[in-house]
């Protein structure tokens, strides 16, 4: 079915562009041109990441697991790979168990300052 929107789409442009005149085709041509540019350009733009963390303060009351998720966007630049998952679940299970979200957090705030500082140190 996308074959006929695109074919629908190629009749409808030829149309257009048969009602413009040469100086308005040209501007067409180069309006295309423009787009074309910048869509291979946004293709091959890898996205920027942070050096620093970002400053995404900790609420008075918040839950350890939308702690977890504060600090994942914290610390946008530590891959959140399986030894991050692994040991960040290891920490919210002592929420299961028992401890206080203050608690789990603040050992989660420690857990990813260290993943960042080993990061920084090119080991992360």
């Keep these: 079915m996308l074959t ?4 629908q789409d190629r009749k409808r442009l030829l149309a257009l562009w048969r009602q413009l005149g040469e100086e308005e085709r040209r501007g067409l041509l180069r309006f295309a041109q423009c787009l074309a540019n910048e869509s291979r350009e946004a293709e091959t733009v890898e996205p920027a990441v942070a050096d620093l963390p970002l400053a995404i303060p900790r609420p008075a009351v918040e ?31 002592q929420k299961v168990l028992g401890a206080a979200d203050a608690e789990v957090i603040d050992q ?11 990061w920084r140190e090119g080991r992360g």
């Design 4 to 7: 006929g929107a695109v074919d």
């Design 63 to 93: 839950s350890a697991v939308a702690g977890l998720k504060r600090l994942k966007k914290t610390y946008p630049m530590i891959e959140a790979d399986e030894r991050v998952l692994g040991e960040a679940s290891r920490i919210l299970m």
């Design 108 to 118: 989660l705030e420690a857990f990813f300052a260290q993943r960042y500082q080993g």
